[in-house]
């Protein structure tokens, strides 16, 4: 597609579910970063991939968050056991060459009850 | 480590009016600049850039010059419209970092009146 999609939008989650987040990244696009921005603050890193390998994940909170990205392309984050201070809006970014050609996703808005 | 301070929020300002929103950094290389911006529903979006000392990053208007001896970047626009409100986010990447990840600021939001 023309932009990073992400799906679902919204998700409401109960404390202590599961919950996974889907990342389509701009076909062809090597680099793919997740963002976690939780309200009122600015976007923080979690994790970088390029292509499939999983280079940075110095950001992750805990090991709750998981994600991969195992054919190179579409990416998942997955948080286990979720809290309440997970909810935030997570971003997805993919880019062909580093900071000049980022393109951020409208990201999945997650709110734990 | 990599940090990037700007001012709070909101800001409210009526249609034609100059716009400033301050943004300072910290970094231990050699950054890049960004402001992007983020309408309500949608992504964050670049707005400009400025890769080294003294140069000015422009577009829509929005002009912001990459100062090292204040580590500042600050935002401005002479005349702002309604469709400038937005929440704005200063940013740097660190050449030092491989992997070109953002440090963003809090965010600033901006209200146009008309």
């Known amino acids: 597609g023309a932009g990073v999609s992400q799906s679902p939008r919204y998700k409401v989650a109960k404390r202590g579910q599961d919950v996974a987040l889907r990342c389509d990244p701009i076909?062809?696009?090597?680099?793919l970063f997740w963002y976690q921005q939780a309200l009122g603050q600015g976007p923080e890193f979690l994790t970088y991939?390029?292509?499939?390998?999983?280079?940075?994940k110095s950001g992750l909170p805990s090991d709750r968050f998981f994600a991969e990205r195992p054919e190179g392309s579409v990416s998942t984050l997955k948080i286990q056991r979720t809290q309440q201070e997970d909810s935030a809006v997570y971003l997805c970014a993919s880019s062909s060459q580093g900071v000049d050609g980022y393109t951020f996703g409208s990201g999945t808005r997650l709110t734990v009850v | 480590g990599d940090s990037v301070t700007q001012m709070e929020g909101p800001v409210t300002l009526s249609e034609e009016a100059f716009l400033t929103i301050n943004c300072t950094y910290t970094a231990t290389g050699y950054p890049s600049l960004f402001w992007y911006v983020q309408y309500p529903g949608e992504g964050l979006q670049l707005l400009l850039k400025a890769t080294k000392a003294d140069d000015k990053g422009s577009n829509k208007g929005f002009e912001a010059t990459y100062r090292k001896e204040t580590t500042s970047f600050h935002l401005e626009k002479g005349s702002v419209q309604v469709s400038d409100s937005a929440v704005y986010f200063c940013?740097?990447?660190?050449?030092?970092?491989?992997?070109?990840?953002?440090?963003f600021g809090s965010g600033t939001k901006l209200n146009v009146k008309p």
């Open positions: 991939f390029q292509n499939e390998a999983q280079l940075d």
């Open positions: 076909s062809g696009h090597v680099s």
């Open positions: 940013a740097l990447s660190d050449r030092g970092d491989n992997f070109n990840k953002f440090y």
